[in-house]
T-cell receptor, first 116, second 109 residues
């Protein structure tokens, strides 16, 4: 069964809206959570890495004031796309790593964000 | 140069065919490697790990050549359900994953 839950799975909203995406580890403590973005026919690009209780580390080119990440507990991380614009439309996927199984990261189902 | 490179394809093969994908990586410090499968508009799912000694799981065989920094995936007796994008992934320090661009496979009846 799913070990990482991501919500919502689909968002359609107007330009200028802020959108919050949640990522939850269901049966393990995720010491580290990762946020990826994927454009059509492209691979996953890491946006940021967050460790519980500390500030996220953003990859080069990713605006931290645009993509706010909060990892307040060992089971929940949130990504807020602030004042979203059409160019922010993408598939956002979170993953979590911790002491569960042999996989380095467990992926959420992804959130398809469409900004009109 | 991308850290993990793959031929994007698409590879169009008939059912029952054998198909091989290749991947090269540039970071010699990468700790381990994986093949993930991603269906359209879905999250990536782990297909198998890749070892220097080779790893076989049913119709799938993965191989790692550290000297050449080269990874392969072989799919035998292709099924329609194998149609997907296959992602070559390097596992680095800090549990970081670096994804290749993916190779698209289309298996035709």
């Amino acid at each position: 069964g799913a070990v990482v839950s991501q919500h919502p799975s689909r968002v359609i909203c107007k330009s200028g809206t802020s959108v919050k995406i949640e990522c939850r580890s269901l049966d393990f403590q995720a010491t580290t959570m990762f946020w990826y973005r994927q454009f059509p026919k492209k691979s996953l690009m890491l946006m940021a890495t967050s460790n519980e209780g500390s500030k996220a580390t953003y990859e080069q080119g990713v605006e931290k004031d645009k993509f706010l990440i909060n990892h307040a507990s060992l089971t929940l991380s949130t990504l807020t796309v602030t004042s979203a614009h059409p160019e922010d439309s993408s598939f956002y996927i979170c993953s979590a790593s911790g002491n569960r199984g042999s996989q380095p990261q467990h992926f959420g189902d992804g959130t398809r964000l469409s900004i009109l | 140069r991308k850290e993990v490179e793959q031929d994007p394809g698409p590879f169009n093969v008939p059912e029952g065919a054998t198909v091989a994908f290749n991947c090269t990586y540039s970071n010699s410090a990468s700790q381990s490697f994986f093949w993930y499968r991603q269906d359209c508009r879905k999250e990536p799912k782990l297909l198998m790990s890749v070892y220097s000694s080779g790893n076989e799981d049913g119709r799938f065989t993965a191989q790692l050549n550290r000297a050449s920094q080269y990874i392969s995936l072989l799919i035998r007796d292709s099924k329609l359900s194998d149609s997907a994008t296959y992602l070559c992934v390097a596992h680095n320090a800090g549990n970081m994953l670096t994804f290749g661009g993916g190779t698209r496979l289309m298996v035709k009846p």
